[in-house]
């Protein structure tokens, strides 16, 4: 009969298995309430390591023999790397950011925090195989669901990159990366022949997944990890014939590799490769030059400019943004707030202390891998060992050309956790505080305490942001709708509401392109954008973005006050001076000038925005808007030689402002063809978009052709009447 300690500790075992199983089971979480897939699922990933946390600490307390031994190397190892963490946060450019991260990442420290108490809460658990073979194939599962929702995506979308349930190419591809060898290690341990067979399936699907995300860092890791594979065989075989033999495969292995690398990149034969998969393609074609090499640069110079402590976790823009040189193109684009390289983003973010740390804890795994293959005496049990092995191997060699995620971190530490338990413990010691019996009131008090921060820190939060994003997908059809939503997210404050701020500026930014004139139901919310934008450009003065964002936000508010023009002002040239090299503090001053009809300034700041232009897309919207003042102008010629450059990687119908100025500007009694066709473009793009249809009425009537003039005039007054009765007084009588 079971007794009363036996009993708590059943229950605190099973809140802590239904926590990992319903944290593992996240990958599969999809949503369109909040901006961002990956902020959702780390979310929930925290909140039931938070549970999970207080059952674990109430199950050590009245249980020594769940407690874990803490001279243990890779314990000490984790909490050394924890306290770098803490140690290094004061010296942050943006202490608060470091600590919580941003939503669209949750890598701070806040977030570290629960990964790492991912292995030990499970090392203190989970006991014996046969429950971590369950957990592991349950982990398997889910991602064998997540990869046949990857095969249903390509075959029903055409995408050429499969992303899943991740929202990223890459996040899928580090994801399944990770439960090919987490299936290896489950193979090698598996008696039954049946489960073999099964897993053998399943790892077959996974290496398929990955092959369809085609990305290249995952794909390079997997063929590094297989290359380890084969020398730990090499290694750990009884015979020399065996190592000879499997020495042979490897070194023909690579040169078979470098030689058809070699081949297809030659001007030759290149055709020769398009008929490989893409990702192989991705591999074999690869240039570096023009990506992640510039963003390395950049996070070399900001490490040897504060190499102890670092800039701190999540500032990667800052130092981009000092750094960055205009010939660089990286990726197409804007933002970088990771330098897609995980080891100078913890050298960058916490210098040599967090990086000394964070080797060691690496250091430790291979040193207890070291220690279970020694004392293993069956062949299952050290191929296990190579297995896991695998698995760190493709975790490091992707984090040459990638970040850590949420999801791949849980993955990850639950991995270390059943490391862990299996590697052999130091001499234990008698543990010198006694076992506690929790009684009833301490469970409870813990309980609520845990739920509280889980509230105020995770799930509130979240559902701000859900309400922002509701604000967001409204703006256009009710800017008073909008900003009630936008009031009811940043109704409290919480660790994230500078983010909730960026998003809510983002969103005001649609009607300003959307429309040329301020809508009249938009001046709260421009206002209330204004004030709340002025808060985070306080909060953050050295980040590019809040500035930006924050200029944007008085220049939406002084369309409608003039007294907000000099904080746009301001704004503008706070962001010039963090990003001088870059064009949006150019583009936002001309954007102001242009709207309070200072033509001369408005042209002389886009022309400064077209000189520090370099990605394509900005030029081609750069040219567009300078077309649109031109226009404006009443310089109809002058508006199209704007038009009719080039617009790589810009596509004009997207931008509806140039229609209206253009077709006014449009000489009467003419076809002007190119404004009409631009005009019928833009429509395509915006069906409903007022300014498009007054412009097509305009060119209509100048044409001569009054039919489809009152055929679109009804269609406005169905519409917008009041535009519609105000346009027709103005340029229709």
């Not at 916490?350 to 804890?361: E, Q, W």
Request: hydrophobic fraction near 50%.
């Amino acid at each position: 009969m079971r007794t009363k300690k036996d009993q708590f500790e059943m229950w605190m075992k099973g809140i802590i298995w239904s926590c990992a199983i319903l944290a593992l089971t996240t990958p599969l979480l999809t949503t369109t309430t909040v901006p961002s897939i990956t902020y959702a699922k780390a979310t929930f990933i925290q909140i039931f390591i938070e549970i999970a946390c207080a059952a674990w600490i109430l199950l050590i307390l009245s249980s020594q023999k769940h407690r874990l031994n803490w001279r243990h190397p890779i314990i000490l190892a984790i909490g050394i790397f924890l306290l770098a963490l803490l140690v290094t946060l004061p010296f942050s450019v943006d202490p608060a950011k470091s600590f919580w991260s941003i939503e669209m990442r949750m890598m701070g420290v806040f977030g570290l925090a629960h990964y790492l108490l991912v292995a030990l809460i499970l090392a203190s658990t989970i006991k014996t195989w046969a429950n971590w073979r369950t957990l592991f194939l349950y982990s398997t599962f889910v991602c064998l669901i997540v990869d046949l929702s990857g095969f249903y995506q390509m075959i029903t979308t055409g995408i050429t990159r499969v992303d899943s349930t991740l929202g990223n190419p890459l996040y899928y591809a580090a994801y399944v990366l990770l439960h090919i060898f987490i299936g290896l290690l489950l193979f090698t341990r598996e008696k039954n022949l049946y489960w073999k067979y099964a897993l053998a399936a399943i790892i077959s699907f996974h290496i398929v997944g990955l092959i369809l995300a085609n990305s290249r860092g995952p794909l390079l890791a997997l063929i590094a990890a297989f290359g380890s594979g084969i020398l730990f065989y090499i290694f750990t075989a009884n015979s020399r014939r065996k190592k000879i033999k499997y020495s042979i495969i490897l070194i023909a292995l690579i040169a078979l590799m470098a030689g058809s690398v070699y081949w297809l990149r030659l001007p030759g034969h290149r055709d020769a490769g398009q008929f490989l998969p893409n990702a192989f393609q991705r591999v074999i074609y690869l240039n570096l030059q023009h990506e992640r090499l510039f963003l390395w640069n950049y996070a070399w110079q900001g490490f040897t400019e504060k190499p102890i402590a670092g800039w701190g976790l999540e500032n990667s823009q800052m130092v981009v943004d000092k750094y960055y040189n205009p010939d660089d193109i990286v990726f197409g684009e804007r933002w970088h707030n990771r330098f897609h390289n995980q080891y100078f983003e913890i050298l960058n973010g916490t210098g040599v202390i967090g990086f000394a740390a964070y080797g060691l804890l690496w250091l430790s795994l291979f040193y207890a891998l070291y220690r279970k293959y020694r004392t293993s005496e069956e062949r299952d049990d050290k191929l296990a060992v190579g297995a896991v092995g695998m698995l760190f191997v493709a975790y490091l060699f992707q984090g040459i050309t990638m970040f850590d995620l949420p999801v791949s971190m849980l993955v990850l530490f639950s991995v270390i956790g059943y490391l862990i338990s299996e590697t052999p413990k130091d001499s234990e010691r008698e543990n010198l505080i006694p076992e506690i019996n929790p009684g009833v009131i301490m469970p409870v008090i813990l309980f609520i305490i845990i739920s509280l921060l889980a509230y105020y820190f995770s799930l509130r939060p979240l559902q701000k942001t859900a309400a922002e994003m509701k604000g967001h997908q409204i703006i256009l059809n009710s800017r008073p709708a909008a900003l009630g939503y936008f009031q009811e997210a940043l109704s409290v404050h919480d660790p994230y509401n500078d983010d909730i701020r960026l998003w809510m500026s983002s969103a005001t930014r649609l009607v300003d392109q959307y429309l040329t004139f301020p809508m009249p139901d938009g001046a709260e919310l421009a206002y209330f954008t204004a004030e709340q934008m002025a808060i985070t450009a306080q909060n953050k003065p050295y980040d590019s973005q809040a500035q930006l964002f924050n200029a944007f936000a008085q220049r939406f508010a002084a369309s409608y006050n003039p007294e907000y023009r000099q904080a746009a002002i301001e704004a503008a040239n706070a962001t010039l001076a963090i990003i001088p090299q870059h064009p949006e503090g150019y583009e936002e001053l001309a954007e102001l000038y242009f709207a309070l009809g200072e033509y001369e300034l408005a042209h002389d700041y886009f022309q400064q925005a077209l000189d520090h232009a370099f990605r394509p897309a900005d030029k081609g919207r750069l040219q567009i808007r300078m077309a649109s003042l031109i226009a404006t102008q009443g310089d109809y010629e002058g508006a199209l030689e704007w038009m009719i450059k080039p617009h790589n990687g810009f596509d004009q119908a997207k931008e509806p402002r140039l229609a209206l100025p253009l077709a006014i500007a449009a000489p009467d009694g003419q076809p002007n063809q190119e404004a009409l066709d631009h005009a019928i473009a833009v429509l395509k793009v915006h069906n409903t978009h007022p300014e498009v249809i007054e412009a097509l009425i305009l060119l209509y009537k100048k044409a001569g052709n009054e039919q489809t003039v009152a055929d679109n005039l009804k269609a406005l007054y169905q519409l917008y009447p009041a535009m519609a009765r105000e346009f027709e007084n103005q340029y229709l009588k």
